[in-house]
């Protein structure tokens, strides 16, 4: 049976350590930061060959750079060989739909 690994991104970290904890499991070891120019730096310190990856990473406030850090961390895991990727990829949907909804309904009163 293959291991399992869970990572976090830097989105939500109290989340994930609350994840762990109701699993029984430990985060593994990832480094996160971000180059001088902006871009971002992953590096896992955990070997997540064969492993089945689970992925906890809101894309909350600052959806760019979540979403990113989120795309380069399955794609550390994938040239890491991990055997399968789980996201809990937790999307704020609703904000948007209601405010697109209500300018919706202002056009429609002019």
Do not use: W
Request: aromatic share 2%.
């Amino acid at each position: 049976m293959d291991q399992l690994c869970l990572l976090s991104g830097r989105a939500h970290p109290t989340l994930a350590a609350e994840i762990a904890t109701y699993l029984g499991l430990e985060l593994a070891s990832v480094e996160l930061g971000n180059f001088p120019d902006g871009e971002i730096s992953v590096r896992l310190n955990h070997n997540v060959r064969g492993c089945d990856v689970f992925l906890v990473q809101p894309t909350g406030p600052s959806v760019n750079e979540n979403l990113m850090e989120l795309l380069i961390l399955i794609d550390t895991c994938r040239r890491a060989s991990a055997a399968r990727i789980t996201l809990n990829q937790l999307t704020k949907i609703r904000g948007k739909a209601k405010a697109s909804a209500q300018a919706v309904r202002q056009s429609s009163l002019k």
